[in-house]
């Protein structure tokens, strides 16, 4: 069982930034693949980036040149530097990891390809924080 914590949300002006944390009870940053989602309120979650192993990284292209996604696998904490945020980007981020080799090995081809992984291939999720970007 892997618990993920996640903080740092909150409100912000357009063209603002965030940092979100997340935090995981396990050695899981450093041996599984792991990926931020969020979801608007009436919309299906979507994959905002991914980090698979020492920095094969992904991010959708909405959010390309203004996301940044990183890991600290001493600290079990994962990262997502938001930045020129848009009223667009509000919804609840979540952290998501998955530890089992064959999954992990589907999300980073996918992460290769350039592409967001699927939240169908995490297993483990955060309880989400909010981000609420006003215009």
């Known amino acids: 069982q892997v618990n993920l914590v996640e903080s740092g949300g909150g409100s912000v002006q357009a063209g603002g930034s965030l940092s979100l944390s997340c935090t995981a009870s396990?050695?899981?940053?450093?041996?599984?693949?792991m990926g931020w989602f969020r979801q608007a309120p009436g919309k299906e979650r979507e994959g905002v980036a991914t980090i698979v192993g020492d920095g094969i990284i992904s991010y959708a292209d909405s959010v390309k040149g203004r996301f940044t996604i990183s890991q600290d696998s001493a600290k079990s904490t994962l990262y997502l530097q938001m930045g020129s945020l848009k009223p667009e980007d509000t919804a609840t981020y979540y952290c998501?990891?998955?530890?089992?080799?064959?999954?992990?090995?589907?999300?980073?081809?996918?992460?290769?390809?350039?592409?967001?992984?699927?939240?169908?291939?995490?297993?483990?999720w955060g309880q989400g924080t909010p981000v609420t970007v006003s215009s």
């Open positions: 998501a990891a998955e530890s089992r080799f064959p999954k992990c090995i589907r999300i980073q081809s996918t992460v290769i390809l350039g592409a967001s992984a699927s939240a169908a291939d995490f297993l483990y």
């Open positions: 396990t050695d899981t940053v450093r041996t599984s693949c």
